[in-house]
Nanobody, 115 residues
């Protein structure tokens, strides 16, 4: 059974940090490049960061210098270290393959940044 399970979200003040984790299981696509996506209320889901299996990374401009993506290939886990959080980062965060999303979306994890 294919699963994407995200965790680590929460409520944090502006300037704070959170570390998100995503476990991918049950699919050969878990070996693909993996990305973090987010969806804020009333907005479309957008890609935030991604990492290939060999460590090449991508960041959307708004998070460059603040977020760091990493992955543990042995555990099919991908993390997103989020620093200097801003209220604009408030969203539900999801993981999936990148750039094409090939897996059923998980529940996501809510990140709320208060000003």
């Amino acid at each position: 059974q294919v699963q994407l399970v995200e965790s680590g979200g929460g409520l944090v003040q502006a300037g704070g940090s959170l570390r998100l984790s995503c476990i991918c299981s049950g699919s050969i696509f878990c070996f693909d490049a993996m990305g973090w996506y987010r969806q804020a209320p009333g907005k479309q889901r957008e890609s935030v960061a991604a990492s290939s299996r060999d460590g090449n990374t991508y960041y959307t401009d708004s998070v460059k210098g603040r977020f760091i993506i990493s992955r543990d290939n042995a555990k099919n886990t991908v993390h997103l270290q989020m620093n200097s959080l801003e209220p604009e980062d408030t969203a539900v965060y999801f993981c999936n393959t990148y750039p094409r999303t090939k897996l059923t979306w998980g529940q996501g994890t809510q990140v709320t940044v208060s000003s």
